[in-house]
C-alpha cells in the first residue's frame, strides 16, 4: 500500500496529512503505533466491500470515519423496507432507489474527502477479479456463498488480503485471509451449506457489532498495528456475551489456494 501514486508525498509514496486531516483525525492518531505514519497508510489505501448492509454498512462508515482513502461498494438493488432494522445507511426516505447511491451520500455527508466507486451489482464469477483488482483489502460481507466463492478466488489469485465475516441471528464470526499464509474460505467451506438460505433472522446491534470487528481488522492490516484474526476464527454469541477464538489450518488440498500458493 505504499507504492507510489500521482499526488502522493515524494518522501515514502504516501500521501501527506493537510491541517484538517489532522484535526480531525488527531484522537485515533494518538492511539500507540498509529500516529501520522499510520494515519497516511489509511489515506493511502482503498478497500472493497461487498454489500453495504447491515455488516458491509457498518464497515463502510467505520472505515469512512477512519479516515480510508478510497472505498469501493459493491451491492445490487434498491432499498426495501426489510433493510431499514440493520442497514444504517440506508433512510426511509429513499426506499426504492438505489442502495450503492444512498450508501455514498451517506458516507460523504461523514467524510466529504473520501472517494466512493460504486457498483450496483453483486460479486459474481463474471466480476470478482476486475473489482478486486481495484482495492488493497476486501472484507467481504455477502450473504450468499456463490458471492463468497467467487471473491474468495479471485483475492487468493490476487494476493489480497480478506476480512470475512458473517452473521446469524445473535451469532457470528470474523476471520482474516492472507493468501498463501492463511486458510483460503474454501478451505474452511469447501462447498455452500445444504442447509443455507437466503433470508435469515438478524438484529442490526448483531451486524452492527461484527461490522465494527471487521472495520477494525481492515484498520489493522493497513497500518500493522495490533495483532490481525489471521490464522484463527473469532467466533461470538453475542445472546450469551460469549467469545471464542480458534486455530484454524490450511487445507493442503484445496481446490482453490493449494495450487497457486502451496502448503
Not at 494515519?39 to 448492509?53: D, N
Amino acid at each position: 500500500m505504499s507504492e507510489s501514486k500521482p499526488g502522493r508525498d515524494d518522501l515514502d509514496g504516501l500521501p501527506a496529512l493537510d491541517a484538517l486531516d489532522r484535526s480531525i483525525y488527531e484522537w485515533q492518531m494518538w492511539a500507540e503505533g498509529i500516529g501520522e505514519p499510520g494515519q497516511r497508510k489509511l489515506k493511502a489505501a482503498s478497500v472493497l466491500i461487498s454489500r453495504v448492509g447491515g455488516v458491509g454498512g457498518t464497515v463502510a462508515l467505520q472505515l469512512a470515519a477512519a479516515g480510508v482513502g478510497k472505498i469501493i461498494l459493491a451491492h445490487a438493488g434498491p432499498i426495501k423496507y426489510s433493510d431499514l432494522n440493520r442497514q444504517l445507511l440506508m433512510t426511509y426516505d429513499r426506499v426504492g432507489q438505489s442502495r450503492v447511491d444512498t450508501a455514498k451520500a451517506r458516507l460523504l455527508d461523514l467524510n466529504p474527502r473520501l472517494i466512493v466507486e460504486t457498483f450496483d451489482e453483486n460479486v459474481s464469477e463474471a466480476n470478482a477479479q476486475a473489482l478486486v483488482s481495484k482495492a488493497d483489502v476486501v472484507v467481504d460481507c455477502a450473504p450468499l456463498f456463490a458471492e463468497r466463492f467467487a471473491m474468495n478466488r479471485a483475492v487468493v489469485h490476487q494476493g489480497k488480503p480478506m476480512v470475512e465475516c458473517a452473521m446469524y441471528e445473535f451469532e457470528g464470526s470474523l476471520t482474516t485471509i492472507l493468501p498463501g499464509i492463511t486458510p483460503c474460505l474454501a478451505c474452511l467451506s469447501p462447498i455452500e451449506p445444504s442447509a443455507w438460505r437466503r433470508e435469515f433472522p438478524v438484529f442490526g446491534a448483531v451486524a452492527g457489532t461484527v461490522g465494527c470487528m471487521a472495520a477494525m481488522e481492515v484498520i489493522k492490516l493497513i497500518t500493522g498495528v495490533g495483532e490481525t484474526l489471521s490464522g484463527s476464527m473469532l467466533a461470538m454469541d453475542l445472546s450469551m456475551m460469549t467469545f471464542a477464538r480458534r486455530r484454524i489450518h490450511r487445507n493442503p488440498n484445496c481446490e482453490v489456494c493449494s495450487k497457486r500458493h502451496p502448503v
